[in-house]
């Protein structure tokens, strides 16, 4: 079955870097778009960052130009580098994945869409 689990969440102070990973298994990592989602405390789920299968990525307004996503097809590990972090910042992150049929070239824009979900790590910016 499909699996995914976070690893790398910490506690940093403002400015400072994590990398968070993804290990995947049970599909074909390759083939479908894979995402990193985050939740603060009373705030709904939203967007970092993600990741198509021909690897093009988008991301949030709010983290572009200090986090990276990449994957790496053959460890199937999605990563997410975060630089420059802020005490908004802190949440639970999540990775996900789209698959269903036919979206092997698709990311989808909500969150509602993809259906398989790690179980999430902590990231705590201090200021």
């Known amino acids: 079955q499909v699996q995914l689990g976070e690893s790398g969440g910490g506690s940093v102070q403002s400015g400072g870097s994590l990398r968070l990973s993804c290990a995947a298994s049970?599909?074909?990592?390759?083939?479908?778009?894979a995402g990193w989602f985050r939740q603060a405390p009373g705030k709904e789920r939203e967007g970092v960052a993600t990741i198509r299968s021909d690897g093009s990525i988008t991301y949030a307004e709010s983290v572009k130009g200090r986090f990276t996503i990449s994957r790496d097809n053959a460890k199937n590990t999605l990563y997410l580098q975060m630089n420059s972090l802020k005490p908004e910042d802190t949440a639970i992150y999540y990775c996900?994945?789209?698959?269903?049929?036919?979206?092997?070239?698709?990311?989808?824009?909500?969150?509602?869409?993809?259906?398989?979900w790690g179980q999430g790590t902590q990231v705590t910016v201090s200021s």
């Open positions: 049970g599909y074909t990592f390759s083939s479908y778009c």
């Open positions: 996900a994945a789209a698959i269903r049929a036919y979206w092997e070239y698709y990311c989808p824009g909500s969150f509602t869409s993809y259906n398989y």
